[in-house]
């Protein structure tokens, strides 16, 4: 089994930044693709980013592209979620996922492991 931990949330002004980090413990030599998940209130959960084992190939969703970027350190089992220029519309949960394969994918079917997520909040 593998454990996601998540952490960086928090209460922000429009236009500022945030810095998710993501923490894998137990089998982490199973998990390959890394990514970030959003869920709002009332909302279906959706993609944010993806990034594969080397971290050569990455992929965002339109909403967040040029604003935010995904990134991962290997020795750390970590991967981490910079957010700039957040918007109101940014105000979520946010997921973090593992994936056996080394495929990134935009469906959350493709991932096989889940944090409890961690609340961002953003004000106008």
């Known amino acids: 089994q593998v454990q996601l931990v998540e952490s960086g949330g928090g209460l922000v002004q429009a236009g500022g930044s945030l810095r998710l980090s993501c923490a894998a413990s137990?089998?982490?030599?199973?998990?390959?693709?890394r990514s970030w998940f959003r869920q709002a209130p009332g909302k279906e959960r959706e993609f944010v980013a993806a990034?594969?084992?080397?971290?050569?190939?990455?992929i965002y969703a339109g909403s967040v592209k040029g604003r935010f970027t995904i990134s991962r350190d290997n020795a750390k089992n970590a991967v981490y979620l910079q957010m700039d220029s957040l918007k109101p519309e940014d105000t979520a949960v946010y997921y973090c996922?593992?994936?056996?394969?080394?495929?990134?994918?935009?469906?959350?079917?493709?991932?096989?492991?889940w944090g409890q997520g961690t609340q961002v909040t953003v004000s106008s």
């Open positions: 996922a593992a994936s056996r394969r080394n495929d990134v994918d935009f469906s959350a079917d493709a991932y096989d492991y």
């Open positions: 137990g089998r982490t030599f199973s998990i390959y693709a």
């Open positions: 990034i594969n084992w080397s971290s050569r190939q990455t």
